[in-house]
DNA sequence: GACTATACGGGGCGACCGCCCCGGTTGTCT
DNA sequence: AGACAACCGGGGCGGTCGCCCCGTATAGTC
């Protein structure tokens, strides 16, 4: 069984321009981008997007995978740093500000989008992985209240993440963010004097 | 110039159906919801829908405003009470939690919706002003950082709202909200441990 | 350079939704 | 009770968008 067949050249070109294009598009503007509009800027025909990506969800599938890649290379990175404790922020920090020029990945967080399919799963599953363990680290060095877990940060991510878009400040783009996330230091006065 | 014209007794009743049904329907749903589905719940046409909201705008505005308004006394009681943190505190949790079961009142707040009319922007005029009192007062307690402005504040709510919204907690609703909502209080220990 | 499979493009279909109009009905006032 | 005006209901129009089909062009192969 042959699943798979070398693509034709200008088939391959023209997948490379509807991902950029529609990377761009869904960073911009969210879900909501019209996919005529989307093969109009990749200057291809819509039939043409529709042959590469069945349906739209398929396409956002698509662009979305790739930003959860980055983000999961970046924890990994995260991972090694020496400092469990500015680690861990700083990813926060980079999650927002990644998250805040890129609509889509907040719609697919909110899931707000639609539903998603197996790849974007696993791939959200390692994130996770990935995730909880900068978290479980960071806790133990006391600069993280015990008392949240992976899944409220998420939400407190995605809080930060709605607080900086609302109020977007061009001089310190990621002040309401930093703000949002002193939430999660420890309540005892002698942790929180370290900052 | 006659303006007001009394409405006739099933005008007056389906328009009150209509206001019900749309609050129910925006509520749970937020400002997606197709008017005729209202019209539907609501047990008349589509035509008279439109006939008493010229647009669905109107509609959504209207029952906005209602809550809005409702926000509004709450806040103007809030500044009464005599503790000026805990009064603050616990009208943000009123917001959130109020907000959390209204999807219409987190549309408005975000503008996801649409361009507001004349009727919300004095509504909401009238809640940021009593809001900035009931903060500027509690920053005077020295309860709440002093370096955050009402604008801040309100998309702090925004935030929080969405985080709890992510993460529906059942036995305790306003657990994450109140958890972002400690990133207002001040830094100094003396301040924290107050609380 | 010719032949075949593959891909392209754009026109079009169906669904959805907001908005509007018209024939019939119902409330209201004398 | 009768007459008039106000109101109701539902069908329909126009626009948008996702999805698909088919005639044509083109890349890859001998």
């Known amino acids: 069984m042959r699943t798979e ?9 023209n997948r490379e321009r509807i991902l950029l294009a529609a990377r761009h598009a869904f960073a911009a503007e969210g879900i909501g981008v019209p996919l005529d509009e989307i093969a109009r800027r990749a200057g291809v025909g819509p039939g043409t997007v529709h042959r590469h990506f069945p349906t739209k969800e398929a396409l956002f599938e698509a ?12 924890a990994r990175e995260a991972l090694e740093a020496d400092e469990a404790g500015s680690a861990f922020f700083a990813f926060l920090i980079r999650m927002t500000s990644e998250a805040h020029a890129k609509q889509d990945l907040a719609d697919a967080i909110a899931g707000a989008g639609a539903n998603l399919g197996s790849a974007t799963l696993r791939v959200a ?19 993280v209240r015990t008392d949240v877990d992976a899944a409220d940060v998420q939400a407190i991510v995605l809080a930060a993440l709605t607080a900086q878009r609302q109020r977007a400040d061009t001089t310190r783009p990621d002040r309401l963010a930093a703000l949002v996330f002193d939430c999660l230091r420890p309540n005892d006065p002698v942790a929180r004097s370290q900052r």
């Open 125 to 143: 599953a390692d994130l996770r992985e990935i995730f909880a363990a900068l978290l479980e680290r960071a806790q133990r060095a006391n600069v």
């Open 5 to 13: 067949r070398p693509l034709r050249a200008d088939a391959r070109r």
């Open 63 to 74: 662009v979305v995978v790739e930003h959860l890649e980055q983000l999961t290379r970046d």
